[in-house]
């Protein structure tokens, strides 16, 4: 039996696999409040040529506009990738209760790994973190796209030469 936070990142993971499906890094989210999906949101950068078109920002404009406010209080948000140091700048901002992270980020998250935006007390929202949800599936999805992309690089480099 799944859990509501399982059931919840399954769907972020769905989202996901919008972005890999455009050859983005496979990031995905959705905002729920009061027990249902308000928002989704998957990585564009690409795609969209901008910077901000991260998965996290995508959902919380969503959000933002469903409830006509840009404070998301009493909401959660479910994340594949521990949010980088913009997108938890902007969770804080937002005011939002949660933020449910399937795989934490070595190298630029900012909900535990490299920093912790998300609950540091010198601010004035703090924002409850919940870490390692459906862990395993996340880690996976990141770690196969950036194998094939590692491959994909090798055989142009390949190719290239010949």
Known sequence: ?????????KEAIRQAKKAQALEEVPIGCVIVCGGKIIARGYNRRNT????LSHAELNAIRKASRKLGDWRLEGCTMYVTLE?????????VQSRID?????S??????????????LEMEGFNHQVKVTRGVLEEECSQMLSAFFKALREKKKLKKQL???
């Open 1 to 9: 039996m799944m859990t509501d936070q399982e059931k919840f990142m």
């Open 98 to 102: 949660e933020v449910v992270i399937g």
């Open 104 to 117: 934490m980020n070595p190298k630029a998250g900012c909900a535990g790994s490299v920093l912790n935006l």
């Open 83 to 91: 949010p980088c140091q913009m997108c938890a700048g902007a969770l």
């Open 48 to 51: 969209d040529k901008n910077t």
């Open 160 to 162: 290239g030469k010949e």
